[in-house]
């Protein structure tokens, strides 16, 4: 029973919780008022570092989310020129993470890896409609089994200064497999094949490797309008 509550956490955190955790103990030996903020600073890291498991529905064609998060804009846009896929825009799903929310990276849909890019750039913050041209980034393309491709972009926030990805060049992959993350506040941007449509909108929050982004294989070329129920 005690497992269904614990959590695990991303072996990247480890380091930081330690640092936490052994300020807080010199604070309680020699600086008693920082011990409270630190013991709570300490709390919060275990928190931003845990990895929870995801259900992923399982079917070729299907985008589940690659993070967890916000949905900040969802339309048109030119991917990253590094990957190489044209100057055509596809649609694009962004998404926003706070400083709360958990920042593991999934992939999306089932594909093999066929560019990973670094991009060096700013730290604006993750929020900014420019973050996803100007901030520091790691792209990667990947191929569907129909031979479309997709794109799914890792982007570092105001406090972000750390992108782990994990994927290499010819890997085959799953939907909702962890493949990397993006150390406290980032954005996740996710490029649809051409003629796919979201069925997400601004404002939605997503689940990383659970929440339905886009199918593929449907036939319904054009989504309903969102409603509030």
């Not at 497999?177 to 997400?200: A, K, N, W």
């Amino acid at each position: 029973m005690l497992a269904d509550f614990l959590i695990p956490i991303h072996r990247e955190g480890w380091r930081f919780i330690g640092i936490f955790a052994g300020a807080t103990l010199v604070a309680a030996l020699f600086i008693g008022p920082l011990f409270w903020p630190l013991f709570l600073l300490s709390l919060w890291c275990v928190y931003f570092f845990r990895d929870p498991p995801r259900l992923t529905p399982q079917r070729e064609g299907l985008f589940v989310a690659p993070a967890d998060g916000l949905v900040r804009e969802v339309g048109p846009a030119v991917p990253p020129p590094e990957l190489g896929l044209g100057s055509a825009p596809l649609m694009r799903v962004s998404t926003f993470l706070s400083v709360f929310d958990v920042h593991i990276n999934r992939i999306p849909v089932d594909s093999a890896v066929e560019v990973v890019a670094y991009h060096p750039g700013k730290f604006l913050s993750a929020a900014d409609d420019k973050a996803s041209d100007e901030n520091e980034r790691m792209a990667v393309s990947l191929r569907l089994p129909d031979g479309r491709m997709a794109a799914v972009v890792q982007i570092a926030g105001l406090v972000a200064r750390r992108i782990v990805c994990q994927l290499r060049p010819g890997q085959r992959v799953r939907a909702g497999e962890r493949y990397g993350l993006i150390r406290f506040g980032s954005r996740t941007d996710l490029y649809l094949p051409d003629g796919v449509q979201p069925l997400v909108y601004p404002g939605q929050r997503m689940i990383g490797g659970e929440t339905v982004i886009a199918d593929a294989a449907t036939a319904d070329a054009a989504p309903r309008p969102a409603v509030e129920l």
